[in-house]
């Protein structure tokens, strides 16, 4: 069984920045990627920032130069920094993990969600 434990999100002002983080556990040997998602109200689920076990990055185009996607594979852990928030990143976002079962299989793992509202 592998967990995706999510932290770091909240209400923040317009402007404002945000440190999300996720902790991969469990029966996961090796990982290949580590990803970032977040989905609004009323809106499909989109792909925010990707990284692989490597460092290699990638970004949405509405967050490029906003945020960074940063890991420490040693920990299993993936962090995302948000700063100069905008009321339009508000959502739910979701830690996404590409990695091998105990099984030998490869397969996607998906974090709780943690809510993040930019608001004044």
């Known amino acids: 069984q592998v967990q995706l434990v999510e932290s770091g999100g909240g209400l923040v002002q317009p402007g404002g920045s945000l440190r999300l983080s996720c902790a991969a556990s469990?029966?996961?040997?090796?990982?290949?990627?580590m990803n970032w998602y977040r989905q609004a109200p009323g809106k499909q689920r989109e792909l925010v920032a990707s990284?692989?076990?490597?460092?290699?990055?990638n970004y949405a185009d509405s967050v490029k130069g906003r945020f960074t996607i940063s890991n420490d594979n040693a920990k299993n852990t993936v962090y995302l920094e948000m700063n100069s928030l905008m009321p339009e990143d508000t959502a739910v976002y979701y830690c996404?993990?590409?990695?091998?079962?105990?099984?030998?299989?490869?397969?996607?793992?998906w974090g709780q969600g943690t809510q993040v509202t930019v608001s004044s």
């Open positions: 469990g029966s996961i040997f090796g990982i290949y990627a």
């Open positions: 990284i692989t076990s490597g460092s290699s990055t």
């Open positions: 996404n993990v590409y990695g091998r079962t105990i099984a030998g299989t490869l397969r996607y793992y």
